[in-house]
């Protein structure tokens, strides 16, 4: 599947900068012209947008946005496509290639990505002044790239990552859920007790150190150009050695580190992890899969600076509508329809406006209702960890080698300064 | 690779009981095994079927099990507590499943057709007519093989565009309507045929179409039947190239609808499980229906000494 990706990427990127070259002057010239036009321009005519993986739950709530911009803008009209969650990245570049993006296109920044590097977006920011006014910095901070200038998407709807849990586990292995660890020496000492206890049954940490944790050590991720990676300092270092002395105590189930790894969520739906991350609206989901774990969940806070997860609508510069493009994302991004959508599910709001809503910030008493605190209130701190130039390929080799040093079969530092290189390789190439 | 290693390890394990045996009886020939043997033998085999077969009973389970019964589970329990067919239900009220299974029928049988058709008069003028420049088209049959699928998606995305088919279910079938591969299957199951059938209808006088209907076809049943098989698993299963040609929900085909199921913030995996269920049917009947002829083919009409 990877090398699918690998692939597609290549290829699509090929053809979508030839079929750039081939619109080049007109293309360069019109790119103020269209902001200018989203922004003078009438709003009437057909517009299309794109969602991801919206359909069938949220049917009605998109339909309903979608009536109401309608009603607001008589003579318009919306052709809604909502694309299923699997392969979408592939659908979007091969779109992209072909020059058949829709008008307003759901992505979250690490796709927007590729495409605002190969000059396919428009900077909405242009087009909307008050953007940075109205909608939270962390959002339309997402959407701005190193290298890049412009703002190339509306933020939409934020989740968080939210500690998860398993109280039973914790109370029968003599831990106590009111003390959850706050910090890794905490996890790791924690994870010991849990250890003898269960007699090695059950685990306390499920997952090996990724890029985040490295980022909540204080360990600089990339270099301020985006050009190069920074992680092998020995802070990270450090950090890798302390998992791999966890690991080699048996503190952590042995195929973290292998491809039959299959996920902290997964092991702790199995109840043989009792901590797992995830977002605000995980409790809800476990319902459905697990309905006796649900009840016994409780949530807490994440260690360190919790991870920002953004979704927005990009709007691509080949609109043939651009005013009606602009102002159709920038309806669905309202402060209304979000927070509609937002008590729906356990998503969060990108404006500013929503800040305030009591909602969010006080629980009904349920667990789920707790986590739903929990992150909204993370969501504040939240920070994009992962930089968007961090594509598959690199992921796998950051993966492996992080594996490699808590196996023991490299050291820390010659791991992660492997892991550099190969990363800033692909970077450049 | 699994079936290989065990059996070549087996006799080795059950030589003491397998000699025993054949000295009180004696009658036994070389290749019959022992009571024992057969045991083990067996035992092997259901091995591998649980092997096999496990993750996909796991899914039938799951699709069976009711909305209070844990789904994932340290010790996966097979037999549902609160047996249901609710599920099968739900999947057809979620999704238009069977808009979507006629879609994917229609894909499928299209591509078959091509395939049948195409495949059949290209791999017997590939292996029997005299043609200039054959070696050359076989060559580049050949050099289109090297060039895995994903490379070329985009340009045939962009190529299916411009002929204006996306978004139908015509783009969708038309590229794989005709499969390199296959073409060189019937070139061989032909060029299998002995010639001397060919050059007897010859000299009774029998054009290309008699030989290729009377003489060719009859011979490559099975070949035809692998390729039907194939082709159908193939079109009925693809999801990267129907995901990307297709625009309108009402034009999806099954495994792309499927993945509805598989929505943002709303995964049942009862209901994934289900719709799998529905997709994996199918298969099962067309592979029924064409394996009576796997072997078919070879014995027929062959050269009367």
């Known amino acids: 599947m990877r090398r699918i990706w690998a692939a597609l990427t290549t290829t699509a990127l090929t053809a979508a900068a030839l079929t750039g070259c081939g619109l080049g002057s007109g293309d360069s010239k019109n ?27 949220f049917t009605d709530y998109m339909q309903g946005v979608i009536d109401g911009f309608k009603k607001k803008y008589p003579g318009v009209e919306v052709d809604w496509l909502d694309q299923p969650g699997e392969g979408y990245s592939d659908k979007v570049l091969s779109q992209a290639a072909a020059g058949g993006l829709p008008d307003v296109v759901n992505l979250p920044p690490d796709f927007a990505f590729p495409l605002a590097k190969k000059d396919l977006l428009l900077d909405v920011a242009k087009a909307d002044p008050k953007l940075a006014d109205e909608y939270v910095a962390g959002g339309v901070e997402a959407y701005r790239y190193t290298g890049q200038n412009g703002t190339f998407g509306y933020p939409w709807y934020l989740n968080t990552d939210v500690n998860y849990w398993n109280s039973e586990l914790l109370t029968n292995n003599g831990l106590d859920p009111k003390k959850l660890p706050a910090s890794l020496d905490d996890l790791i000492a924690q994870a010991r007790v849990m250890k003898e206890k269960s007699g090695g049954q059950t685990y306390l940490m499920s997952r090996k150190p990724g890029l985040g944790d490295l980022y909540n050590a204080g360990v600089k991720i990339m270099s301020d150009d985006g050009k190069s990676f920074t992680f092998n300092t020995p802070e990270a270092a450090a950090l890798l050695d302390k998992y ?10 042995k195929d973290v580190l292998t491809n039959t790894y299959v996920g902290n969520s997964k092991l702790f739906n199995a109840g043989t992890a009792a901590w797992t991350t995830g977002g605000g609206n995980f409790i809800t989901s476990l319902a459905t899969d697990n309905p006796t774990l649900a009840p016994k969940m409780t949530s807490s806070p994440t260690m360190g600076v919790p991870p920002l997860y953004v979704q927005g609508l990009s709007i691509p510069k080949t609109t043939k509508n651009p005013a009606a493009a602009v102002a159709l994302a920038r309806w669905v991004t309202s402060p209304e329809n979000q927070a509609a959508f937002s ?59 992080i594996a490699l040093a808590i196996s023991g079969d490299a050291s820390s530092k010659q791991a992660l300064d492997s892991a550099v290189e190969q990363c800033n390789k692909l970077l450049k190439g | 690779m699994t079936s290989s290693r065990s059996e070549t390890s087996q006799p080795s394990t059950t030589t003491k009981p397998a000699r025993d045996s054949q000295a009180s009886r004696g009658s036994r020939g070389f290749n019959t095994p022992s009571p024992a043997q057969t045991a083990a033998r067996y035992l092997l085999l259901l091995l591998v079927l649980l092997l096999v077969v ?50 994917s029928l229609i894909v499928a049988a299209v591509c078959i057709t091509g395939n049948v058709v195409g495949c059949t008069l290209a791999g017997y003028a590939l292996a029997r007519l005299r043609f200039r420049g054959a070696k050359l088209v076989l060559g580049l049959f050949l050099a289109t093989l090297v060039l895995p699928g994903e490379v070329t998606i985009v340009s045939q995305y962009v190529l299916v565009r411009s002929l204006g088919l996306a978004d139908s279910l015509a783009g969708v079938a038309l590229p794989g309507a005709i499969a390199m591969l296959n073409v060189l299957l ?14 007897a209808a010859l000299v009774d006088g029998a054009t290309v179409w008699q030989r290729l209907w009377h003489i060719g ?37 099954l495994t792309v609808g499927l993945q509805y199921l598989n929505g943002t913030f709303s995964a049942n995996p009862r209901l994934i499980a289900a719709g799998t269920m529905i997709a994996f049917l199918p298969i099962v009947v067309v592979f029924g ?6 072997f078919k083919g070879v014995e027929e009409g062959a050269v009367k000494g």
Request: proline residues 7%.
């Open chain 1, 244 to 253: 791999r002395d966890a690991f080699k105590e048996g503190l952590l189930p």
């Open chain 1, 31 to 57: 790119s103020d012209s269209v902001a200018s036009a989203a922004a003078t321009g009438e709003v009437k005519g057909k517009v299309s947008i794109q969602t991801w993986a919206l359909k069938p739950k």
């Open chain 2, 217 to 253: 076809l009859p011979n490559v049943r099975g070949m035809l039947s692998v390729i039907v098989i194939f082709t159908f698993i193939g079109a009925w299963d693809d999801f990267l190239w129907p995901l990307i040609v297709l625009n309108d929900p009402q034009k999806y085909t």
């Open chain 1, 343 to 401: 008590h729906l599910t356990s998503v969060f709001p990108s404006t500013k406006a929503s800040a305030n809503d009591p909602f969010f910030s006080k629980s009904d008493g349920s667990n789920s209702g707790d986590a739903k605190v929990v992150a909204f209130d993370s969501l504040a701190k939240a920070k994009l960890i992962q930089p968007v130039q961090v594509d598959d390929a690199m992921s796998t080799i950051i993966n492996q080698q």
């Open chain 2, 289 to 294: 229906v064409c394996q009576r002829f796997f």
């Open chain 2, 54 to 103: 496990g993750p996909f009973l796991w899914q039938l389970s799951t699709s069976l099990k009711g909305p209070d019964e844990d789904v994932y589970t340290r010790t996966p329990s097979f037999l549902p507590e609160q047996l249901t067919f609710g599920n099968y239900g739900k999947v057809a009220d979620t999704i238009p499943v069977w808009t979507y299974a006629l879609n």
């Open chain 2, 186 to 199: 019937m070139r061989t199951a032909f060029a299998a045929v002995p010639l001397e059938l060919d050059q």
